[in-house]
T-cell receptor, first 113, second 113 residues
Framework: DQQVKQNSPSLSVQEGRISILNCDYT??????FLWYKKYPAEGPTFLIS?????DKNEDGRFTVFLNKSAKHLSLHIVPSQPGDSAVYFC????????????FGKGTLLTVNP | KAGVTQTPRYLIKTRGQQVTLSCSPI?????VSWYQQTPGQGLQFLFE???????NKGNFPGRFSGRQFSNSRSEMNVSTLELGDSALYLC????????????FGPGTRLTVL
């Protein structure tokens, strides 16, 4: 049973436009959510996180939105750059922890020049 | 500061064999987590070691085991290999504080024939 779902395996956007990556979860015990980015032949790199007590967190071009009632979160990248092309993983945990993360299967983002 | 290193990067084994993978964390980090990435299941948490003790455990069979040494280096062992164990095995290190960011290594690609 996939507790964290990223229903779009891939997304293609034009440089300069907004990229929106979506993630749904089923486990209501999750209270901490993270986004990781992964380039080929490298390990995932932490991007941004959000606690369930918030509904938005921003870091530069990256903003994560959390809708607890819908059990949905999204990552917005504005403006998108070709260097953002990578696989993006959504992850969740219980107890506000960075450990024992449950990951989605990832979304491949391609930003076209 | 050197990143997380994993050895070997690639490994080919046959069914029934056993394998040991190694992870050297970032200097000063005391926590090491292991994840398995497969196309079908995505990234799944195996276990986490902190100060030579297993602190968290995922839902994998007992064929998957690990240990951590006094210098924080960690090894993961898989016994009686099955075809389904073919995956990218990632390790991540952090200082050990539950809210601290995890830094991933590039992974070991294991192929079981």
């Amino acid at each position: 049973d996939q507790q964290v779902k990223q229903n779009s395996p891939s997304l293609s956007v034009q440089e300069g436009r907004i990229s929106i990556l979506n993630c749904d979860y089923t486990n209501s015990m999750f209270d901490y959510f993270l986004w990781y980015k992964k380039y080929p032949a490298e390990g995932p790199t932490f991007l941004i996180s959000i606690s369930s007590i918030k509904d938005k967190n921003e870091d530069g071009r990256f903003t994560v939105f959390l809708n607890k009632s819908a059990k949905h979160l999204s990552l917005h990248i504005v403006p998108s750059q070709p260097g953002d092309s990578a696989v993006y993983f959504c992850a969740a945990s219980v107890g506000g922890s960075n450990y024992k993360l449950t990951f989605g299967k990832g979304t491949l983002l391609t930003v076209n020049p | 500061k050197a990143g997380v290193t994993q050895t070997p990067r690639y490994l080919i084994k046959t069914r029934g064999q056993q394998v040991t993978l190694s992870c050297s964390p970032i200097s000063g980090h005391r926590s090491v987590s292991w994840y398995q990435q497969t196309p079908g299941q995505g990234l799944q948490f195996l276990f986490e070691y902190f100060s030579e003790t297993q602190r968290n455990k995922g839902n994998f069979p007992g064929r998957f085991s690990g240990r951590q040494f006094s210098n924080s280096r960690s090894e993961m062992n898989v016994s009686t290999l099955e075809l389904g164990d073919s995956a990218l095995y990632l390790c991540a290190s952090s200082t050990g504080t539950v809210t601290d960011t995890q830094y991933f290594g590039p992974g070991t690609r294991l192929t079981v024939l």
